[in-house]
């Protein structure tokens, strides 16, 4: 029986005022019956346009009848044939903009919820199987794989099905990547992410943490070390700054070292775990995307009064998710728009004291297709706060292009690859996520890792 209904399903969360304060999940998922009316609004279309909306190409219209029949194991193991991740993607890909964006039943009403199906039979399935997940027969070759963020997984997980003898080299001591130190708990809950990494130890891939590649192992030893073919997935861990006066004070982050303090090294449970993180009153977090929605959130989480989202441009242009914007101005998030970052002003301590910033105007479109901000003269004006967090973005860490001769790479850091195979100008080593891109998104990487095990695969056979 269909569902006409012009809306989706409304998502249960965690009350704004009282998840401000803590770092539960704050969308709490659907119930049986919620999925099922969800998926009885699928029209299950003939040309089916999600699926070519989706990086990994997910047999959406397929895994959503499963879950309008009752059938979630199905469900579950329908999305895993093509995607390595599903109660990962499930929570943070922008599916607004991929899948539901060319969802048939979206030019009347609201698309189907595809992303909230998607972590409804992933969650299914964890709370109710054992994962039966066994490592295929071995081939008997080698292939390294660098960095365990989403591109590293999935070309990790899908040389294991192959066959293929795979082992993760990571920088820290966690694996995951940006998925445990970048994505915050109350969107993504790292227990989840950890049963990921799991699933896939049981395909047999070896992880080794702690392996810096280009200090400790150069990507010239891991072939003298019998490794056939590399793939690089270091994603992008270099944050960019202002370049403004005072960004080297006390009390200003990068948002990647905020994050990282936050999540990896879990400071909001701080003494029980080592690491601390300075949280101001008053703290202002510089940009637009879901980084910096995800600094400001966190922020709010670790006990600052005030909060705000400084961003030079007006809501329409911002990056972030709409879901993001919509959670943060729920939770107090203080949003100062077409305002721009001058300097940041210290006390005789060196310590944050305010920022100056200036008032910014729309102009003409410029070659990104968003209108430009320009100064407004004589609109200086500090805003008091003690912390800054810059959340302007972030570009591929030179470590490994600046060791590994004949690496060929962009301007601005990103690896240069074959756009077909994703073999970069070294003979065997590929790269892919954002490493290559700069920084993107969560699915997007995890396409690349899956092209890139495919192109590694005809590579080694033919060699």
């Known amino acids: 029986m269909a569902n006409m209904s012009l809306k989706k399903v409304q998502m249960p969360e965690q009350d704004p005022n009282v998840r401000n304060k803590n770092f539960k999940e704050v969308a709490l998922g659907y119930e049986e019956n919620m999925a099922v009316e969800e998926a009885e609004r699928c029209i299950q279309c003939k040309n089916q346009p999600c699926v070519s909306g989706c990086p990994v190409h997910v047999q959406i219209p397929d895994f959503i009848k499963q879950i309008a029949n009752r059938n979630f194991e199905e469900a579950y193991q329908k999305i895993k044939e093509t995607n390595n991740l599903p109660a990962v993607c499930g929570r943070v890909c922008p599916q607004e903009n991929q899948c539901e964006s060319v969802c048939t039943r979206g030019k009347k009403g609201e698309p189907v919820a595809i992303g909230r199906l998607e972590r409804f039979a992933a969650d299914w399935y964890m709370k109710n199987k054992e994962d039966k997940v066994e490592a295929p027969k071995k081939i008997g070759r080698k292939v390294a794989v660098i960095g365990s963020g989403p591109a590293g997984l999935s ?25 445990m130190y970048g994505i915050p708990e109350f969107r993504l809950p790292k227990e989840i992410v950890q049963k990921e990494i799991d699933s896939l130890k049981k ?71 080592p690491t601390p993180v300075k949280v101001g009153k008053k703290v202002a977090v510089v940009g637009g995307g879901n980084v910096a929605m995800d600094a400001a ?45 001058v300097r940041v002003i210290g006390d005789e301590s060196g310590n944050v004291k305010g920022i100056e910033c200036v008032n910014m105007v729309l102009g003409e479109v410029d070659q990104s297709g968003r209108r430009r901000p320009i100064e407004e003269k004589g609109s200086e004006h500090v805003i008091e706060v003690d912390t800054v967090i810059i959340a302007i973005g972030q570009s591929p860490n030179p470590l490994i292009t600046s060791t590994t001769e004949g690496l060929e790479k962009q301007k601005w850091g990103g690896i240069i690859v074959n756009e077909d195979t994703l073999e970069t100008s070294r003979k065997g080593v590929f790269a892919g996520g954002d490493a290559v891109t700069g920084a993107a998104t969560v699915i997007l990487a995890m396409g690349a890792g899956k092209k890139a095990a495919a192109s590694i695969h005809k590579f080694l056979s033919e060699k």
């Open 155 to 179: 070309c990790a997980g899908d040389l294991a099905k192959m066959g293929y003898d795979t082992t993760i080299f990571e920088a820290f001591h966690t694996p995951g990547g940006v998925l």
């Open 203 to 273: 395909l047999g891939v070896k992880i080794e943490t702690n392996m810096v590649i280009g200090k400790i192992l150069t990507i010239d030893d891991l072939f003298e070390m019998g490794y056939e073919a590399v793939f690089i997935g270091t994603g992008a861990g270099l944050p960019k700054f202002m370049g403004i006066p005072g960004e080297n004070l006390n009390g200003v982050y990068s948002a990647n070292e905020f994050l990282t303090r936050i999540n990896l090294m879990k400071a909001y449970d701080f003494p029980n775990n």
């Open 297 to 341: 959130r966190s922020a709010k989480r670790m006990g600052a009064d005030e909060v705000y989202i400084v961003y030079r441009r007006s809501e329409e242009e911002m990056p972030a998710r709409l879901e993001e914007i919509h959670h943060a101005k729920e939770e107090g998030i203080i949003f100062k728009l077409l305002t721009n970052p």
